[in-house]
């Protein structure tokens, strides 16, 4: 009786029907996400060689969220978020579908794929908080912690599977195949959403429509909540220094440990299956709530992992240390995640997760560029190395506070 309790626990926010579509969808979707991911990663290093030229993409993918974020805030608050994100999926669909055409045909060049990943980008300022701050909208508070644990494992989950069996496209009939069924896989998700039942109308608001002042309010709700302010500052310094996997394992997979395709998706996935058990650790965790202890001793843990692996050239450990490393950062931001919504006004929220997806995905660009440019002057190693030390300073800094401030309650 008592595993039946846990295991109804551990679940429990998909007694929701509208969650259960869109969980269910989700868990088609980012298995084609992730596979598009890993194969653009390759196609870059195939077409030009370059690491710096592989975080140049990177950082275009994520720079409209840097530039854009604040502004989409304002209309997710005002505007129905179902409908925003169905048209969201729609429009990524098509940039999938897009790019498998050009690599089947032959066409494709490097800027091809760069412009295709900064409309990806542009996309995505909406998508990311809209899709954020709809969880909540769906499960409600109490469910909120255990909705973003089980998003997390599928997520997560597509990311063990969908590189390894991207590894194994790449490896037999190259990448345009990851493309096309990544294009393919946005039906479900577009599919689940169509088929909930929610209610459309959004947050009343006070005021009437000004982006400025909007922006502003939302800017002001966040510096008055210390909980919301330090988590965001958190999540910036882990978004430039201590995740930017996907610029130096394929640079570190090829340079230093001299692998190929199969390779490269082997350690993605195991990146993959550490952040899955992450995930799933962070259901069995909410029951307890966000804890600052989960939030800084991830990101310590985060920080020395990364230190590990710039300090040895084996695939095996690499694999295991990158494990380590996903279950760190999915534990961080999900904890992140949760303490700023539940700590965010319900007519706010879509302002406020607009500024932590500005933090969370906005500042890529930055850790892109610092990940590319110093892993093609010093290599992939060293660079693994300065992230661990900068992240575990700062992170530090932020325990140290955190003890004394307890100390000073007591």
């Not at 090829?254 to 058990?277: N, V, Y």
């Amino acid at each position: 009786m008592q595993i039946t309790d846990e295991i109804r626990s551990l679940f429990r926010s998909l007694r929701h029907r509208n969650f259960r579509l869109f969980w269910f969808g989700q868990l088609i979707s980012l298995t084609g996400t992730w596979m598009q991911t890993t194969a653009q990663a390759w196609l870059v290093m195939e077409l030009t060689h370059s690491p710096l030229k592989l975080g140049i993409v990177t950082a275009l993918q994520f720079a409209p969220i840097l530039l854009l974020s604040f502004f989409t805030g304002p209309l997710i608050d005002r505007f129905p978020k179902r409908r925003i994100i169905i048209a969201c999926q729609a429009a990524l669909m098509l940039q999938a579908l897009a790019l498998a055409v050009l690599v089947w045909t032959g066409a494709v060049q490097y800027w091809h794929v760069a412009v295709l990943a900064t409309l990806l980008g542009i996309v995505n300022t909406a998508d990311m908080p809209a899709r954020q701050s709809f969880i909540i909208e769906m499960v409600g508070r109490e469910d909120l912690m255990n909705a973003i644990g089980l998003n997390a494992s599928i997520f997560n989950g597509s990311r063990a599977f969908g590189p390894a069996v991207a590894g194994l496209l790449i490896g037999a009939v190259g990448t345009a195949p990851c493309f096309l069924l990544n294009g393919i896989s946005f039906i479900a998700v577009i599919a689940g959403l169509l088929l909930m039942t929610v209610d459309e109308r959004p947050h009343p608001q006070q005021n009437p429509y000004h982006v400025v002042n909007d922006v502003l309010e939302g800017i002001r709700s966040i510096r008055s909540t210390p909980a919301v302010m330090v988590t965001i500052l958190l999540v910036s310094v882990v978004s430039i220094f201590g995740v930017n996997f996907n610029v130096l394992v394929p640079v570190f997979a090829r340079a230093d440990l001299h692998q190929e395709a199969e390779g490269f998706g082997l350690l993605m996935s195991s990146f993959g299956i550490g952040a899955l058990i992450g995930a799933i650790t962070l259901t069995l965790l909410s029951r307890r709530g966000p804890r600052t202890e989960y939030l800084l001793g991830s990101g310590i843990g985060l920080s020395c992992f990364l230190l590990l692996l710039g300090l040895q050239h084996s695939l095996a450990l690499t694999s295991l240390l990158l494990a380590a490393a996903g279950w760190c950062v999915v534990t961080f931001f999900g904890v992140a995640n949760t303490t700023i919504q539940l700590n965010s006004e319900d007519r706010l929220r879509g302002r406020v997760m607009s500024v932590y997806t500005l933090s969370f995905a906005g500042l890529s660009p930055f850790g892109s560029l610092f990940a590319g440019s110093l892993s093609h002057w010093v290599r992939a190693p060293l660079t693994f190395v300065l992230s661990g030390l900068i992240t575990g300073a700062l992170f530090l800094i932020a325990l140290s506070k955190h003890l004394k401030k307890r100390n000073d309650r007591r």
